[in-house]
């Protein structure tokens, strides 16, 4: 528009100097032919903006992309794994080595790929086209998920615990996310005391993250107010003490306790203790099925439920009895459409979305082709 107005003033100048100041009339007139010049471009403008937008838009299109032949899906469901111990014996809460190295084989066949619990509840997901975001969490922070063997001075992840076997299989597999989340109970995690410090900075800095079980592995079922403040809180100054700009703010219930008192549920949430403040964004279970989605209305991020990863005593509804269900019903299963900006959905699944829950995406609802 600037140019136009340039190319008036300059038409008007000339005009001026060729006609002279004092011939008033045929100036005027003159000027009026230039009003109709500048109408005439300014209208051809006009059509080039629009022009302009319209190809704009389309650049800007985020659905364009979208590859729906993978039937992308995601409000379907995800798996949030539950392991307690990697070690020689197999047993209802121990995975082996070997088993639990062939879950992740599993896994990263069947196409799903780790995503941080904090990315999971804030629904900030980022899973390549097709695939299945699934979340890794430890209980109880026994040695085995973290055991550091110290040898000629030098600190070397023993190849055998939980950390050591996401690391290999990460490094051969660079597609499949480090990503798992730790909830650890006491002052003593991973139970080498003087390598506390070192493993909890570790795990952060390689993304990993730590959750709260707690100062004493406290079951919740009698506690009264002050007491369920106390044993979250004195957890949380505990683990800010070493990680001071990590937020501590993921619960895993000891023995999936509630206090029987309703009223102090919101405690689980939201408290204070000797002056620190915690505020939960994921409360989770022990739990026996796959989570809703985090745009599902009936998600509820303060009572996640977890699968069991384990073969032994999980009555039909252990890590590999959903699998096969999956398998079975996958538009049950949370197929992501790459994008991390928009979030795609089947027509016949509109009606489950929640969209208050979208955090700032794009809804794409989509008709599938039978
Ligand atoms: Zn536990």
């Known amino acids: 528009m600037k140019k136009v107005i340039n190319i008036t003033v300059v038409v008007v100048i000339v005009l001026l100097l060729l006609t002279g100041c004092n011939k008033i009339e045929e100036v005027n007139s003159k000027i009026s032919v230039v ?7 300014e209208e051809t403008n006009n059509i080039i903006n629009k022009k302009d937008s319209k190809e704009d838009s389309n650049l800007k299109n985020p659905f364009e992309k979208i590859d729906l032949s993978k039937r992308p899906n995601e409000v379907g469901q995800i798996m949030i794994l539950m392991y307690h111990n990697i070690g020689n ?7 082996t080595v070997e088993n639990f190295k062939r879950d992740l084989s ?4 069947k196409g799903y790929r780790p995503i941080s619990l904090k990315d999971f509840v804030n629904n900030n997901i980022n899973v390549e086209a097709g695939y299945t975001p699934i979340v890794i969490t430890f209980d109880d922070g026994n040695k085995n998920n973290f055991n550091i063997i ?14 050591g076997i996401l690391e290999e299989f990460h490094n051969q597999h660079p597609d499949f996310p480090l990503e798992a989340t730790f909830f650890t109970f006491g002052k003593n995690p991973f139970r080498q005391k003087e390598l506390v410090e070192y493993k909890l900075k570790y795990l952060i800095e390689k993304g990993l993250d730590i959750g709260n079980h707690t100062i ?3 079951n919740f079922t009698n506690l009264d107010s002050s007491s369920i403040q106390r044993v979250i809180g004195q957890n949380v100054e505990f683990l800010s003490s070493i990680l001071k700009n990590y937020e501590v703010n993921m619960l895993a219930l000891p023995y999936g306790s509630r206090p029987k008192n309703k009223e102090n549920e919101v405690y689980l949430k939201k ?3 000797n002056g620190i403040n915690y505020n939960n964004i994921a409360i989770l279970n022990v739990g026996w099925k796959p989570s809703y989605s985090p745009i599902d209305k009936r998600f509820n991020p303060y009572s996640i439920p977890r699968v ?3 073969e032994t005593n999980v009555d039909n509804v252990g890590l590999y009895n959903w699998l096969e269900y999956f398998d079975k019903f996958p538009q049950k299963r949370f197929i992501s459409d790459g994008n991390p900006d928009v979030v795609t959905v089947p027509k016949k699944f509109e009606d489950i ?3 208050d829950k979208l955090n700032g995406k794009l809804l794409y609802i989509y008709e599938e082709k039978e």
């Open 150 to 163: 110290v040898k000629d001075g030098k600190k070397i992840i023993d190849p055998n615990c939980a950390v």
């Open 216 to 218: 004493g592995h406290n």
């Open 271 to 273: 408290g204070e203790y």
């Open 353 to 355: 979305v929640d969209k």
């Open 106 to 109: 599993v896994l990263y066949e």
């Open 308 to 310: 069991r990863a384990s």
């Open 89 to 95: 014996k197999e047993s209802e809460w121990v995975r």
């Open 35 to 41: 009003d109709e010049v500048y109408n005439k471009v």
